[in-house]
């Protein structure tokens, strides 16, 4: 028995044939997954549920992880994909759960996470209470970079609108203590989203809205590698920024 795959199912509330039907297999195939702790899925297959379950390939079927371990710089890069709208929203939910010290979201309007993620305001305030620090890095909605690059996105929910949006959600939680927000202009561009030693990359492109962005999923493994270099990158605007509310902004 894959041990391992059974509870990351229960924990995930999918069914065998629901799982089977996300990665495009046949119910008895995730039968026999489950029920032969031997058996190791093609690594599309193997992918596909790890997106679904939110887990990690080492934690489902270690010895395939540890035959295509990585050593070279790239060994950082956990997962890529073309858009960030193809990043699943149980990876988010899985990251932001196991977090126990730092989640940091320094996108430009961060206003998707309100939307993909249940009760999210609720989930960051239990964080902040059990000692997680907790920050926002957003986009200034009046600034003229904003206005700049609403023209460039020509969109009907403008970017000022979904910072705004974000704002008006991060206003009930702010009393948290272990909640903070910044407004920034370094970060235009690139999204950094830190949980831990997990991180989520979006270098934003021309013309283009956050979703539809290529997204790198890093886990950190060495000292001033690709992980640690985007962290002193949000770090440095985060000493630079400029607190959302009276009293906030502090280290």
């Known amino acids: 028995m894959n041990e391992a795959l059974r509870r ?3 924990r995930a509330h999918l069914t065998d044939r ?3 039907e996300r990665c495009g297999v046949d119910i008895k195939t ?3 997954w489950i029920t032969e702790a031997g058996r190791v899925p093609h690594a599309r297959h193997r992918w596909s549920v790890c997106e679904a379950l939110g887990e990690d390939e080492a934690v489902l079927w270690p010895t395939a992880a540890k035959k295509a371990i990585k050593v070279g710089p790239d060994r950082e890069v956990v997962s890529v994909y073309p858009y960030r709208s193809g990043c699943p929203a149980s990876l988010w939910r899985s990251l932001i759960t196991k977090a126990e010290r730092e989640l940091t979201f320094a996108g430009y309007t961060d206003y998707f996470l309100w939307l993909e993620q249940a009760r999210f305001g609720a989930a960051l305030q239990r964080k902040a209470a059990r000692g997680c620090r907790v920050r926002f890095l957003l986009g200034d909605p009046d600034s003229s970079l904003t206005r700049s690059r609403e023209r460039d996105e020509d969109v009907a929910l403008t970017l000022s609108t979904r910072i705004r949006v974000t704002l ?3 206003e009930k939680i702010k009393k948290q203590p272990g909640i903070d927000a910044r407004f920034s202009e370094g970060h235009a561009h690139l999204s950094v989203f830190r ?3 997990d991180m989520i990359v979006t270098p934003l ?3 283009s809205v956050g979703h539809d962005a290529p997204t790198l999923h890093l886990r950190r493994r060495q000292d ?3 992980f640690d270099r985007f962290a002193s990158h949000v770090e440095e605007l985060w000493s630079r920024g400029s607190p959302v509310w009276e009293g906030g902004g502090d280290e």
Do not use: I, Y
């Open 8 to 10: 990351a199912l229960l």
């Open 18 to 20: 629901q799982l089977a």
């Open 30 to 32: 995730v039968g026999r």
């Open 168 to 170: 008006a959600e991060l």
């Open 195 to 197: 949980f831990d030693d």
């Open 205 to 207: 492109l021309t013309h």
């Open 224 to 226: 001033d590698g690709m």
